[in-house]
């Protein structure tokens, strides 16, 4: 299920930027369901759990979402570490082309610089590939999909959906403070990029948590203290999964 041919997947619009409409810009919060850290639809978790992660079948799926310094990275570490879950971040994917000089890595240092998003047929294939070559059980997707044409190009080609989608929601001045702060020498942490990241955030990023949230696989953590406060909102959600 895993092998169909990408290209022939892909839906026709492509991921690039258009601007939110302000009622999205104000509203964003409401078109989750109900802004809460507790499970949103626990039947349907469990149905989905039951499916994944048994028998040689494919894994038990989380995607991770959030903005540009939503704090993603530091709390899949945790939720890695505690829950026993691989961690799969597909930014690091993408930096791995560009540090190994593999053909598409040049696309992907100039995507990443200018805060865009990288072609479904590169992401996706990495992705792919990562969660296939993991025997965990549990896998966690830090960062994508990214549009809603990674989203469908992901699902199209996996023929699967996430068990589980976690949205790290944080205002836009904590994320630029923590991204000015984070000093791991990433091309794309500077304030004119960081700018770019936040409205590719809200026009193309935003629209896949909402899809999620609409069929009740989403789960909004309120992403704005310490990593420890934050870490104890994902904890009770984990802990809620049969895993
Ligand atoms: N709750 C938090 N409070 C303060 N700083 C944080 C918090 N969570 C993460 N950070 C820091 O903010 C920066 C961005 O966090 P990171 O986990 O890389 O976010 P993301 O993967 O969403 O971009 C890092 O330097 C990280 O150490
Ligand atoms: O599925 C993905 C994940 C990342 N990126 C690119 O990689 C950059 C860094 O992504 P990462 O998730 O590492 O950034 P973070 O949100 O964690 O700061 C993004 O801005 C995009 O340019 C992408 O195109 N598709
Ligand atoms: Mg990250």
């Known amino acids: ?3 169909r041919r990408l290209s022939a997947l892909l839906p026709r619009s492509p991921c ?20 809460n850290e507790k499970p949103l639809a626990p039947i ?27 704090g993603k990275g530091t709390q899949c570490s945790r939720i890695a570490s505690d829950f026993g879950f691989a961690h799969v971040s597909a930014g690091d994917l993408l930096r791995n082309e560009i540090t190994s000089g593999t053909d598409q890595g040049e696309l992907i240092l100039e995507i ?17 590939k990562a969660i296939e070559s993991t025997t965990a059980k549990r896998v966690l997707i830090d960062g994508f999909p990214r549009c809603e044409e990674n989203r469908v ?21 904590l994320m630029v403070k923590r991204l000015l702060g984070r000093n791991q020498g ?18 193309l990023n935003m ?37």
Not at 16 to 35: C, E
Not at 153 to 173: N, Q, R
Request: glycine letters at 6%; charged letters at 25%; a positive charge.
């Open 1 to 3: 299920m895993w092998r």
């Open 112 to 128: 990443i610089r200018e805060g865009r998003i990288v072609p479904s047929e590169i992401t996706v294939e990495l992705v792919r």
């Open 44 to 70: 349907l978790l469990r149905l989905f759990t039951s499916q994944a992660g048994s028998d040689g079948g494919r894994p038990f799926i989380a995607f991770i979402l959030g903005g540009p310094g939503s």
């Open 16 to 35: 690039s930027s258009s601007a939110p409409s302000s009622y999205q810009q104000q509203h964003r919060h409401i078109l989750l369901p109900t802004p």
């Open 207 to 243: 629209p896949v948590v909402n899809y999620y949230s609409s069929k009740g696989k989403a789960h909004r953590i309120n992403a704005t203290g310490s990593a420890d406060e934050i870490f104890e909102a994902v904890r009770k959600l984990f802990s809620s999964l049969r895993l």
């Open 153 to 173: 190009a992901f699902e199209k080609l996996t023929g699967t959906e996430p068990d589980l989608v976690v949205f790290f929601d944080c205002p836009e001045d």
């Open 186 to 203: 990433r091309v794309d942490d500077n304030i004119e990029t960081i700018k770019k990241r936040l409205k590719v955030f809200e026009s």
